[in-house]
């Protein structure tokens, strides 16, 4: 028994900053955001808009897509590295919202990666019986980000996508999902301040440490290498090439990467599925955002073969190929 996506959703906050915005907050402009990562807007959560609050939206548009009511719903994940709170999980605050009242809910920490690490749980549980599992990706990343450090201030948004995962009835479903880990380069991109390791105090705040750190340039080359194997894995467990897929969807860190991915690959770059122009990096966000596009729009038809590749801090990394 194959498992399925039966709906997607999302929600972007209204709110635009746009690079000439940006350049008014540190020394920037929008020729180099534009040229070094291809972003040109990203959205940000209003002051008190959390996690939860972008999540519920996209989830209540999944379930709407999908025809399932939140009641149904046996378990909710949600793969974030900026929930409402360290405890309790973003999860249990949608699964309270939704009125999900027979569901498990918990939060899935994988960063950029999140959504697929998640999907693959949800595929397990419908597997092992589970009839509906509810799986989004939302992230409040302007919460870690250091509005005074441009390397990193001009890459991310904030934003929410859902999936709602059940039986697959037909050909459609989810062909494979691998996941990947590597902790010795956990320092490339992270988070130092504000957990256990070191708690918040005035000084972590002094230190700039409560925000998300980033060795850009290094992580570049890994994430280019590392989405690539992955994507020749997954096109290798399924006996597909390249050319049997019709919508690629990634995560989406900056156009250069998924322009020397697809170059690699030889795969034409106008099958993939890119919303980083208009998002910026939404982390666990980006690929269920970009797939509720795509799957919007006509880019996904039924039938289709969808891949998606996602690569982020851990480091982690995974893919998926699914029959749409
Ligand atoms: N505006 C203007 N100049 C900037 C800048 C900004 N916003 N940010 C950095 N620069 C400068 C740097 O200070 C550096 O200046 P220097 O040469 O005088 O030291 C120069 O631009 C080049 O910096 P570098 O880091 O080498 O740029 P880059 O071409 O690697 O681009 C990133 C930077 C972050 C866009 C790019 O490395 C990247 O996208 N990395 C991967 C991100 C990723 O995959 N994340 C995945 C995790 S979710």
Redesign the pocket.
Known sequence: MKSQILGTGSYVPPKILTNTD?EKI????DT??VD??GIHERRIAEPGEACSDLGIRASESALANAGIAAQDLDMILVATCTGDYPLPSTACLIQHRLGATRAAACDIAA??CGFVYALSIANAYIKAGYRYVLVVGAEVMSAITDWSD???????GDGAGATVVGRSEGEAGILSLHLHADGRLAD??CVPGGGSSRPASQTILDERLPYVK???????K??VKTMEEAVREALAANELTINDIDCFVP?Q??I??LKAVAERLKLPLEKTAINLDRFG?T?AA?IPLALDEAVKTGKVQPGNLVLLAA???GLTWASGVLRW
């Open positions: 940006l540190v020394d920037t402009s180099w955001i070094r990562t960063a950029c441009r390397n990193t201030c001009v890459l991310f490339l991109i980033m060795r850009g340039n290094e992580t570049f890994i994430a995560h860190a900056n250069r990467i990096n982390s980006s690569f982020g801090s």
